[in-house]
T-cell receptor, first 115, second 115 residues
Framework: NAGVMQNPRHLVRRRGQEARLRCSPMKGHSHVYWYRQLPEEGLKFMVYLQKENIIDESGMPKERFSAEFPKEGPSILRIQQVVRGDSAAYFC?????????????FGPGTRLLVL | AQSVSQHNHHVILSEAASLELGCNYSYGGTVNLFWYVQYPGQHLQLLLKYFSGDPLVKGIKGFEAEFIKSKFSFNLRKPSVQWSDTAEYFCAVNPRGAGGFKTIFGAGTRLFVKA
């Protein structure tokens, strides 16, 4: 039973480029959550999505960041025109349809480095 | 605003020593409580969780945590640590009801166990 998959595991971008982070939830899970972990800090909630719907994006920066979870395929977190402050670990989590998000299963994270 | 506070950022212990990691949260309503562990190079794993019932919760690998409602605390304990417990430990809170999917994490405690 594969867990939550994220790719790439490491991503290096230059300032101004775009970063695309992918998350495949556990089989049967239809809820996806994205978190960001800055150095020496805990994980901070960014966005909660269900298939084809953004449920809550209150933790997303207002500009340059977007997320989607299409009917088919993985969830994508997209960061346009990256800046050095975007360097962080980005974690995805998933939970089953009957859940209200109480227990979330985490992926290995994508470590983004902006040069 | 809701927050989770972990008392120690770094803890160093010798093998067989007892461990207690402090966690306090600020939220007036009912909560679900979690401890996650992140071993070096690996993703977050759930150690234990508390939803209701007995406030003393047993988790994997000999860990336990006690929920003390009056103190808004959920401290993690292990009677005798092993070298393999070296990892980062995160306390997390999930407020029940609306917004319950927004798991709020503490900043983490890095535990290093000397062999």
């Amino acid at each position: 039973n594969a867990g939550v998959m994220q790719n790439p595991r490491h991503l290096v971008r230059r300032r101004g480029q775009e970063a695309r982070l992918r998350c495949s939830p556990m089989k049967g899970h239809s809820h996806v959550y994205w978190y960001r972990q800055l150095p020496e800090e805990g994980l901070k909630f960014m966005v909660y999505l269900q298939k084809e719907n953004i449920i809550d994006e209150s933790g997303m920066p207002k500009e340059r960041f977007s997320a989607e979870f299409p009917k088919e395929g993985p969830s994508i977190l997209r960061i346009q025109q990256v800046v050095r402050g975007d360097s962080a670990a980005y974690f995805c989590a998933s939970s089953p349809p009957e859940s209200r998000g109480e227990t979330q299963y985490f992926g290995p994270g994508t470590r983004l480095l902006v040069l | 605003a809701q927050s989770v506070s972990q008392h120690n950022h770094h803890v160093i212990l010798s093998e067989a020593a007892s461990l207690e990691l402090g966690c306090n949260y600020s939220y007036g309503g009912t909560v679900n409580l979690f401890w996650y562990v992140q071993y070096p190079g690996q993703h977050l794993q759930l150690l234990l969780k508390y939803f209701s019932g007995d406030p003393l919760v047993k988790g994997i690998k000999g860990f336990e945590a006690e929920f003390i409602k009056s103190k808004f605390s959920f401290n993690l304990r292990k009677p005798s640590v092993q070298w393999s417990d070296t990892a980062e430990y995160f306390c997390a809170v999930n407020p029940r009801g609306a917004g319950g999917f927004k798991t709020i994490f503490g900043a983490g405690t890095r535990l290093f166990v000397k062999a």
